[in-house]
Nanobody, 123 residues
Framework: QVQLVESGGGLVQTGGSLRLSCAAS????????MGWFRQAPGKKREFVSA????????FYADSVKGRFTISRDKAKNTAYLQMNSLKPEDTAVYSC????????????????WGQGTQVTVSS
């Protein structure tokens, strides 16, 4: 069993930055791929970014490519999502997930989920 807890969300102006953290506990964190998903009010949960268990490969939704960076620190059992140049359309609840090794851009690829953290970008 893996427990995931997100932090780092908040209110930021357009063009600002936030760094989300996902702290993992329980079973071996390093053996799981990690992903970030988001869900805006009235919309379906969508893929944002993912990183393989080794950290050697990363994946991004087209909407965030070039602005967001995913990383992981195995020593700290933590995954991160650095979000720059934020836009109002990035407003959503962001959730991290652990799973893999396949279907990393789909919710079906993940077994464990955090509770989510709210990100609000004001215009």
């Amino acid at each position: 069993q893996v427990q995931l807890v997100e932090s780092g969300g908040g209110l930021v102006q357009t063009g600002g930055s936030l760094r989300l953290s996902c702290a993992a506990s329980g079973r071996t964190f390093s053996s799981y791929a990690m992903g970030w998903f988001r869900q805006a009010p009235g919309k379906k949960r969508e893929f944002v970014s993912a990183i393989t268990w080794s950290g050697g490969s990363t994946f991004y939704a087209d909407s965030v490519k070039g602005r967001f960076t995913i990383s992981r620190d195995k020593a700290k059992n933590t995954a991160y999502l650095q979000m720059n140049s934020l836009k109002p359309e990035d407003t959503a609840v962001y959730s991290c997930a652990g799973g893999g090794p396949v279907a990393l851009t789909s919710t079906m690829g993940y077994e464990y989920w955090g509770q989510g953290t709210q990100v609000t970008v004001s215009s």
